[in-house]
């Protein structure tokens, strides 16, 4: 051994199960039996690192803050500006960001009220970059342009259309710029 921590690798597993049923199954299926089977560990040995469903949450939570303030700080520092960088990054992506959120989203849809909270910071810190870049006037529009296209993007089934996603942030981006005048 050379001194390093092991990474918590049975934590992550459950973790990640659990953030993979509130997805697929939703908040009520997800049951620390359900998690425990998911991720391939005892009752006993998720119960070491998450002593109730409520210790999951948190965790999930504290891991969509951390990776939303990640996307924050992208977005500051990116070239195109942070405006387009919001729009061209709201395009379902399967990233750790895109997991947390649809995970997150289904606790916020039976009004867990951690998580709402949570989303509205997350929110405020996304509108302020935006608006740096856009000014306030223009930056609830850039937002919901982004969030319009997240949430079809969640909602299509079956062949994409030509074109696709690329195709409507591109016309987005177009928008953009003609209200950036």
């Known amino acids: 051994m050379d001194g390093m921590p092991r990474k918590p690798v049975a934590r992550e597993a459950v973790l990640d199960a659990f953030a993979t049923l509130l997805i697929e199954v939703g908040e ?10 998911k991720a391939g560990v005892s009752k006993g ?7 109730n469903k409520e210790a999951l949450i948190q965790a999930l939570l504290d891991q969509l803050d951390t990776l939303a ?9 990116a070239p195109e500006g942070a405006a387009a960088y919001f ?10 960001l895109d997991r947390a959120i649809v995970a997150a989203t289904r606790l916020a849809e039976v009004a867990h009220e951690e998580t709402r909270r949570r989303f509205a910071a997350i929110q405020r810190q996304w509108l302020d970059e ?12 850039v937002l ?8 079809n ?3 299509s089934v079956g062949p994409v259309p030509e074109g696709g996603a690329a195709a409507d942030v591109d016309e987005l981006l177009a928008a953009l710029e003609r209200l950036r005048r």
């Open 28 to 37: 009520r299926a997800a049951t620390l039996d359900a998690v425990a089977r």
């Open 45 to 51: 040995g998720l119960l070491y690192h998450f002593p």
């Open 69 to 77: 303030g990640e996307d924050a700080d992208a977005m500051a520092a």
């Open 87 to 96: 729009i061209r990054s709201s395009v379902w992506g399967d990233t750790p």
């Open 130 to 141: 935006i608006a740096a870049d856009v000014g306030p006037a223009l930056a609830k529009a």
């Open 144 to 151: 919901y342009m982004g969030d319009g296209l997240y949430f």
């Open 153 to 155: 993007a969640m909602l």
